[in-house]
């Protein structure tokens, strides 16, 4: 079984409350992630049960389920966790994006991927994928955040 963690983190120029509703909007993920979101099923006024399906490069397709998500308050994080439900040859998938206040707009988003595989080698080489594509969707929408 191999196992990869990945971490990124991005301060961001804005509120929480607009960092939360960037990442909330499942199918506005396409004017910052080099990629084509479109939401198939939605089950929860809070996110909670959306599907959403991923086509990067126009040859990877991933289906992902929101599993947790709830919006930053005062004195809280926000959190928002999903996982792959179809597309990759994983065992498990569990991505977490931490909206955290550091100011009044300022905010710094953490976006934590564990992947794991039965395949040797394979959730790092998925990793070492995933690294830029997540660096540059994170500098992308601070910019057009700020």
């Known amino acids: 079984m191999s196992q990869e963690r990945i971490v990124f983190t991005q301060e961001i120029a804005a509120s929480p409350d607009q960092v939360w509703a960037a990442i909330n909007d499942h199918e506005g993920m396409s004017r910052w992630m080099d990629a084509r979101v479109t939401v198939l099923a939605r089950r929860d006024g809070t996110g909670v049960g959306t599907v959403r399906r991923i086509r990067a490069r126009g040859v990877v397709t991933i289906d992902e389920e929101v599993v947790y998500a709830d919006a930053p308050a005062e004195g809280r994080n926000g959190r928002l966790v999903y996982r ?3 597309g ?31 395949i040797p080698g394979l959730a790092r080489v998925a990793g070492l994928a995933l690294r830029p594509a997540i660096r540059g969707g994170l500098r992308k929408l601070s910019r057009q955040l700020a």
């Open 88 to 118: 990759v040859p994983v065992s498990f998938h569990r991505g977490e994006m931490i909206v955290e206040k550091l100011g009044e707009h300022s905010t710094r988003l953490t976006w934590d991927i564990v992947l794991a595989s039965p």
């Open 84 to 86: 792959i439900v179809r």
